[in-house]
């Protein structure tokens, strides 16, 4: 079946610290892969995706990579700001119209 | 602008009581989704619509009815057979087939007293 495995959180940084948000997935077939963000009391707003095997999504400072060997798609980031703390989920589309989510990893970022 | 408009904002019923959350989208998807959000959890599927007049359960179907008699709307039920009712409710978007991504709107949030 498919699945959305991302690491627990809170995450807690300090300002201009790298981030890393790991997520694997488990999925039939040739899934396209979303990091979504979440800010209190909002919708999901896609931060970036990766629709093939090596593509590497980036957005706003934010990367990541699809490792179909791994079956990974870890979220990064060089520097982080306040402004990033927020709830970020990983979610795969694998046909159908169907979308799998993550369970979400929260970021707190000190200033 | 495009985009998908999810209303109210904040909704307040008692219990014993059905209630109905509005979504819209002017994005022209095919495919439209129902998501409940509990405090620090994922998102779980309540129901999905591919086509207009017809959907399928997900994995908390329980409680819920939707219909699709129009591209653009997608509206949701939460009955009183729903035993915990009180979330957050997001509503989505995507085109059919290619290379989709999910909208989202700006959720509402049910709270049953």
């Known amino acids: 079946g498919n699945s959305v495995t991302q690491m627990e959180g809170p995450v807690t940084l300090s300002e201009e610290a790298f981030l890393t948000i790991n997520c694997t997935y488990t999925?039939?077939?040739?899934?396209?892969l979303f990091w979504y963000v979440q800010y209190p009391g909002e919708g999901l707003q896609l931060l970036l995706k990766?629709?093939?095997?090596?593509d590497k999504g980036s957005n706003k400072g934010f990367e990541a990579t699809y490792r179909k060997e791994t079956t990974s798609f870890h979220l990064e980031k060089g520097s982080v700001q306040v402004s990033d703390s927020a709830v970020y989920f990983c979610?795969?589309?694998?046909?159908?119209?169907?979308?799998?989510f993550g369970s979400g990893t929260k970021l707190n970022v000190k200033p | 602008d495009g985009g998908i408009t999810q209303s109210p904002k904040y909704l307040f019923r008692k219990e014993g009581q059905n209630v109905t959350l509005s979504c819209e989208q002017n994005?022209?998807?095919?495919?439209m989704y129902w998501y409940r959000q509990d405090p620090g959890q994922g998102l779980r599927l309540i129901y999905y619509?591919?086509?207009?007049?017809?959907?399928q359960k997900g994995d908390i179907a329980e409680g819920y009815s939707v219909s699709r008699e129009k591209k653009e709307s997608f509206p949701l039920t939460v009955t009183s057979a729903q035993k915990n009712p009180t979330a957050f409710y997001l509503c989505?978007?995507?085109?059919?087939?290619?290379?989709?991504?999910?909208?989202f709107g700006q959720g509402t949030r049910l709270t049953v007293v």
């Open positions: 994005l022209n998807h095919d495919a």
């Open positions: 990766a629709t093939k095997a090596d």
């Open positions: 979610a795969l589309s694998a046909g159908f119209n169907k979308f799998y």
């Open positions: 989505a978007s995507s085109i059919s087939g290619g290379d989709p991504e999910a909208f």
């Open positions: 619509s591919q086509i207009v007049n017809d959907f």
């Open positions: 999925a039939t077939g040739y899934p396209s």
